[in-house]
Every structure is written in structure tokens, then in C-alpha cells.
Nanobody, 123 residues
């Protein structure tokens, strides 16, 4: 079992920046592929970004490409999501997740999920 705890959510104006962090329990963090997902009220959870075990490969949803950056620090068991040029449509609860295998989608490959952090972008 892996426990994930997000932090760094809050309120920001459109065009601003915010960084989310996710702390993982355990001593085998580097074994996991990590990802960020979000869910807005009344909508299904969607993929945002993912990063490989080593951090050498990153993947982004088209909606955030060029604005968001995912990174990880295996020594600290943390993964981050730097969000720039935020838009009101980015408002959602953001979840970090960990997985040991890829599925048909990034979401399907994730086995463990954090409770989420709320990000609200005002206009």
C-alpha cells in the first residue's frame, strides 16, 4: 500500500501560477510511475500529466501542454505539478496517483490515489 497526500492547492487568479506537491509514504517511491488527474464538479476525472520512474519521460494532456510541468524527486518521495498561465477551466480537485504498470490509459495504470487538493482559478 502507498499513501499519497497532496498539498499546495488554493485560489489563484487567471493567468497566475500555482504548484501542487504530493508526498508518498514508503521507501520504494522510485518504483512507481506517477501522475496527476483532476475532477471538476459534475465532470469525470481526467488525465493531466504523468511521469516515468526516473523522471526522464513526461506526458501531458493537450489542454495543459505548455502550461503545466510535472516533476519528481525520488530522494524526497515527492512529485510536483507546476501550473502556469492558469485558466478558469483548470478549476478542479487535483489528485496525484501512483502505479506500477501502464494500462490502456494513464488512469487505468494507476493503483493508488491521494484524496485531492482543490485548485480554484478565478476570472
Amino acid at each position: 500500500q502507498v499513501q499519497l497526500v497532496e498539498s499546495g492547492g488554493g485560489l489563484v487568479q487567471a493567468g497566475g501560477s500555482l504548484t501542487l506537491s504530493c508526498a508518498a509514504s514508503g521507501r520504494t517511491f522510485s518504483r512507481y510511475r506517477m501522475g496527476w488527474f483532476r475532477q471538476a464538479p459534475g465532470k469525470e476525472r481526467e488525465f493531466v500529466a504523468a511521469i516515468s520512474r526516473s523522471g526522464g519521460n513526461t506526458y501531458y494532456a493537450d489542454s495543459v501542454k505548455g502550461r503545466f510541468t510535472i516533476s519528481r524527486d525520488n530522494a524526497k518521495n515527492t512529485v510536483h505539478l507546476q501550473m502556469n498561465s492558469l485558466k478558469p477551466e483548470d478549476t478542479a480537485v487535483y489528485h496525484c496517483a501512483a502505479g506500477t504498470a501502464w494500462g490502456i490509459s494513464f488512469m487505468d495504470g494507476m493503483d493508488y490515489w491521494g484524496k485531492g487538493a482543490l485548485v480554484t482559478v478565478s476570472s
